[in-house]
């Protein structure tokens, strides 16, 4: 098989950055391990920056999420038994829309198949050889048996346990490795939300999330230690959990069946360079953000943007200048997000060493000043819609 950029994993970032190519005529396959119903019902995260959006609304692929989606024009921060809106469109002119990955991921694929793109599901990409040539192969098996693909280009949307990442070698990489002392536990709830906006509420017992995924649908997450069982959070303990932290006089939580918990951890890392030779990084492949600041799914669409538009560089002029330039554009803007999200991880969250009550103190100073002056407010404003989308700089 043979094809001009082989995209290993059907993720969104390996999903739409086969969309970008397509628009641009450069031809592309991509290939996923799983099947196509397992990777449609991976639950995942739900905020869309709105550059994002954007992008799907330039694509031709945004008709569900505008009929579905929720746009929000602002976010809520709880502490201390009192609410505080930042109002992104007052303060900045923008928004966010909750629109579950997984919604997302289906409709990637469902126009990839209108538009006659292939994807080879239920495949895994076992290697990829001669990098550092200007004829890549990825060697592939699926039920079949094993074949090749010969290509110009492979980019790894495979994740951080993917293939793609141990490919660099080690004497050519810099890796930054962060665990956070804490977990979320994270379930799904069939019950109407008990707001309007996401809610981030800051409390002695620990950090809780109220988020969005439709009129019958409620996210939920809340901080636990970092090596916690699920099995010891029982539905009750969740729901008492929840009370407790979203507390505030004149507000209350509704309540229904948990259909869907799991624990996730809290860590960050990054791949300095994100490309070798012929392979480039794009999403979990690259790098992991705390999910506190919704960066994950924005930052893997900001990665694609940028080489989609480095690959229609070299395809229609043969200029690799842009390609070159691939991990310095990138890795300029995941610094800045991932700087975003450890503050508002460790603004919002209970450490260990808090137990003196000072670093609470501070918590409680920093979160008054966030919320008494516009101007930072804004700037989490400007942080949380989304930074500029840069080609070159």
């Not at 929000?72 to 002119?93: D, M, P, S, V, W």
């Not at 809290?266 to 790098?287: E, K, N, W």
């Not at 690959?311 to 330039?325: C, R, S, T, V």
């Not at 991932?338 to 609470?360: E, N, Y």
């Amino acid at each position: 098989m043979k094809t001009q950029v082989a995209i290993i994993g059907a993720g969104p970032a390996g999903l739409t950055l086969g969309h970008l190519l397509h628009q641009l005529g450069i031809d592309s396959v991509i290939v996923e391990t799983h099947s196509r119903e397992y990777v449609e019902s991976r639950i995942r995260a739900g905020v869309l920056e709105q550059n994002t959006v954007e992008i799907f609304r330039k694509l031709g692929l945004a008709q569900r999420l505008d009929s579905q989606g929720i746009e929000h024009h602002g976010i809520e921060l709880r502490y201390e038994n009192t609410n505080h809106r930042i109002a992104f469109q007052e303060l900045i002119g923008r928004s966010i829309w909750v629109y579950g990955q997984q919604e997302v991921v289906k409709d990637l694929i469902e126009a990839r198949v209108h538009n006659g793109g292939t994807i080879l599901f239920d495949t895994k990409a076992v290697l990829i050889k001669q990098i550092e040539t200007k004829k890549p192969l990825v060697e592939c098996r699926d039920l079949t048996g094993e074949f090749e693909i010969e290509c110009e280009f492979a980019v790894g949307c495979d994740g951080f346990h993917g293939i793609s990442r141990s490919l660099v070698p080690a004497k050519e990489r810099k890796e930054y490795f962060h665990d956070y002392p804490f977990g979320w536990v994270g379930i799904l709830s069939e019950v109407a939300p008990s707001t309007e906006e996401l809610i981030y509420a800051s409390h002695e017992s620990g950090f809780a999330l109220h988020s969005l995924r439709s009129s019958k649908l409620s996210r939920f997450y809340l901080q636990c230690p970092p090596n916690d069982d699920i099995q010891n959070w029982s539905d009750n303990r969740i729901w008492s959990e929840l009370h407790l932290r979203f507390q505030k006089s004149g507000w209350s939580l509704n309540e229904g069946p948990i259909i869907e918990k799991s624990i996730t951890p809290m860590r960050s890392y990054v791949m300095d360079p994100m490309q070798y030779g012929r392979l480039f990084l794009a999403g979990d492949a690259a790098h992991i953000v705390p999910p506190t600041g919704a960066k994950g799914l924005n930052l893997a669409v900001a990665d694609v943007w940028v080489l989609a538009h480095g690959l229609g560089q070299y395809f229609e002029h043969k200029n690799f200048d842009e390609l070159a330039g691939y991990s310095r554009i990138c890795l300029d803007r995941v610094w800045k997000v991932m700087h975003f999200s450890w503050w508002m991880t460790q603004m919002l969250h209970i450490f260990p060493d808090h137990m003196d009550g000072t670093a609470r103190k501070l918590q409680i100073a920093q979160l008054n000043y966030l919320t008494s002056s516009s101007s930072a407010s804004a700037s989490l404003a400007e942080q949380y819609t989304g930074l500029p989308l840069n080609i070159a700089n």
